[in-house]
């Protein structure tokens, strides 16, 4: 008993925070299930009935869309980001020159910039080439916006590869890019899948850049479109609850199929091993 | 591939070594130059070139985007040192800095603790926990929304359910609550990743402390001030750093959540930004606007890199 008073308090704390934490979710699972009727009726019960027609009716209201777009857009950049920053990490972190630290605080600066001071320019630029409102003009901002922090890891990362390896691969006859291609980047596997997953994950919940360079409904990723679902159904609770829930599906699937690596890639630089 | 080795590999004769040095200082340049090149351009065009471009649209006036340009020096900044609005979006701005700080922060830490503590469960508190850092900051706001709708919202139920249904408010339309409703939902959503970071402060630390500690006679408390929070402070400098930088960025929430409204109550810098830019189309005087978001994230950073510095001089953390 005693041992048992010792702990309630602790218990008590543990579940407020489990509700703090988790409630908000499974109110928008909860309401996404209901039908406008029994929202109306009665917001707040957890289960009334089971029904997934919400989901299917915002699937076909261009959710799917949302869906393809994001994707496209979010892996394209990802891809290209992971291998130019690579790229740009190995000199950076394995080769002596002048101008190494300056370029690097360069690039590395970016991660304190806001996106704000960019904006203007960019949807600018976007207009004179021709690109506005489609979905080449997000994936230059996505890319060079992720730069920073993945240049931050890989550099980390690279440092740590002995020397002694790269001058055998020299010695075998490999360049820079040789070495770089046959050593380096093998070793690097988690470093690489920490930053493909913390810049997925960034760049698929981003919204200033949509907001901004999108205007067309077909065009829009997933959470331009879950905010113009919001404008267009305010009045349909159980609707919007599935979209978002729908929406945020794929991350939580992901974080509970591989909690270990999602968690890493997300911490990204700031945990280190 | 093999082109770097056959030039090094040619029978130099004649070629004196002064010129063999250069030729190879010119390939190392040039072998550096490809490896920067595809991730430095892309960069400068879409980072450093618009701070400048910003900077320069700054000075003009410019109000919609058919009109020229007029430049009219730093009156768009003598405006802006004026303009009410823009004090009270720089006021918001570092109150969600303070919160983020002083609230999500410790949260995180106590979140961290409740993981390493004797109860059942954990894998559980540890999943859970963790779940609002994973949804995008659209989606958190739209959901919150209705949490905080004043008729079907869970906020107002649940006053309702204790019996004090007086207390219940539009929350994110009016002005005395709109802007603490948003900090909630910001502590909601950022706590879990100072939790994140916190465990793995915690798992560092070596078991054997806390086994002499005991040893000694510490109670939880006791070890708790001496070793867990000392050892600690790494993360929590970090963790503070993040919170600034990241703070000074807010958009997104309350974009969603209440626009800057109710009558500006919680506009931002970015906010702000976004309307004379994207709905008034007063680019110059946004530009101004964001300009100072730049300038102020650039002092902040200055600031907190002089502070590294000493603090490492000295060699300790607190």
């Avoid at chain 2, 207390?167 to 409703?181: F, I, K, P």
């Avoid at chain 2, 626009?259 to 994207?278: I, R």
């Avoid at chain 2, 008034?280 to 502070?307: L, P």
Wanted: charged share 10%.
């Amino acid at each position: 008993m005693i041992f048992l008073a010792k702990k309630f308090p602790l218990y008590v704390l543990a579940l407020f925070l489990l509700v703090f934490t988790g409630y908000p979710f499974l109110y928008m699972v909860a309401t996404s299930l209901k039908t406008q009727e029994e929202f109306f009726k009665a917001p707040f019960s957890i289960i009334t009935s089971i029904s997934f027609d919400n989901y299917f009716s915002v699937l076909e209201m261009g959710l799917t869309q949302y869906f393809v777009n994001s994707i496209l857009v979010s892996v394209i950049s990802v891809v290209t980001v992971v291998f130019i920053s690579a790229l740009a990490s190995y000199p950076l972190s394995r080769m002596r020159f002048r101008l190494n630290r300056t370029l690097f605080l360069i690039f590395i600066a970016g991660m304190m910039l806001p996106i704000h001071s960019t904006l203007i320019p960019t949807f600018m630029l976007t207009q004179k080439m021709e690109i506005y409102d489609t979905m080449l003009a997000l994936i230059g901002p996505y890319i060079a916006f992720s730069i920073p922090i993945s240049i931050f890891i890989l550099t980390q990362f690279m440092q740590e590869i002995p020397q002694a390896l790269e001058d055998a691969a020299k010695i075998d006859g490999c360049t820079h890019f040789g070495v770089f291609w046959r050593v380096i980047l093998p070793m690097m596997g988690p470093a690489l899948s920490t930053v493909f997953i913390y810049n997925l994950i960034h760049l698929w919940t981003e919204f200033i850049f949509a907001l901004v360079l999108i205007t067309s409904p077909e065009k829009m990723t997933l959470p331009l479109g879950l905010q113009n679902f919001y404008g267009e159904f305010s009045v349909n609770v159980p609707g919007l609850m599935a979209a978002l829930t729908l929406a945020s599906l794929p991350v939580l699937l992901v974080y509970f199929i591989s909690q270990e690596k999602v968690v890493k890639g997300l911490a990204g630089g700031a945990v280190k091993e | 591939m093999q082109k770097e080795l056959q030039i090094d590999a040619k029978p130099q004769v004649k070629v004196g070594t002064s010129v063999k040095v250069k030729r190879n200082q010119w390939n190392k340049l040039l072998t550096i130059s490809l490896f920067v090149a595809p991730a430095f351009i892309i960069y400068a065009i879409y980072v450093i070139y618009p701070i400048f471009a910003t900077f320069n649209y700054s000075l003009h006036e410019w109000n919609s985007m058919q009109s020229e340009k007029t430049f009219i020096g730093f009156a768009n900044y003598v405006e802006l040192f004026n303009d009410q609005i823009f004090w009270t979006a720089l006021k918001n701005n570092f109150l969600v800095v303070f919160i983020s700080v002083f609230v999500q922060i410790p949260l995180g830490l106590v979140m961290a603790l409740m993981l390493f503590a004797p109860i059942r469960g954990i894998k559980l508190f540890n999943t859970i926990y963790f779940m609002p850092f994973l949804m995008s900051t659209v989606a958190i706001g739209l959901l919150w929304v209705f949490m905080f709708d004043p008729i079907n919202g869970t906020m107002n139920q649940l006053l309702r359910m204790l019996g004090v249904e007086k207390w219940q408010v539009a929350w994110l339309s009016e002005e005395s609550t709109a802007m603490w409703s948003v900090l909630l939902v910001i502590v909601w959503q950022f706590a879990p990743f100072y939790m994140i970071l916190f465990k793995a402060g915690i798992v560092g630390i070596p078991e054997e402390l806390y086994e002499a500690a005991q040893i000694d006679g510490a109670n939880k408390w006791k070890q708790f001030t001496h070793i867990t929070f000392p050892l600690l402070m790494p993360t929590i400098v970090s963790s503070s750093i993040l919170a600034i930088v990241g703070s000074l960025k807010t958009f997104d929430l309350f974009y969603i959540m209440t626009g800057g409204g109710p009558n500006n109550a919680t506009e931002l810098m970015g906010t702000y930004m976004f309307k004379q830019a994207f709905q008034i189309f007063d680019m110059g005087y946004a530009s101004t606007i964001a300009f100072m978001m730049f300038f102020i994230a650039f002092i902040v950073v200055a600031i907190i890199q002089v502070m590294e510095t000493q603090r490492r001089k000295k060699g300790g953390y607190l």
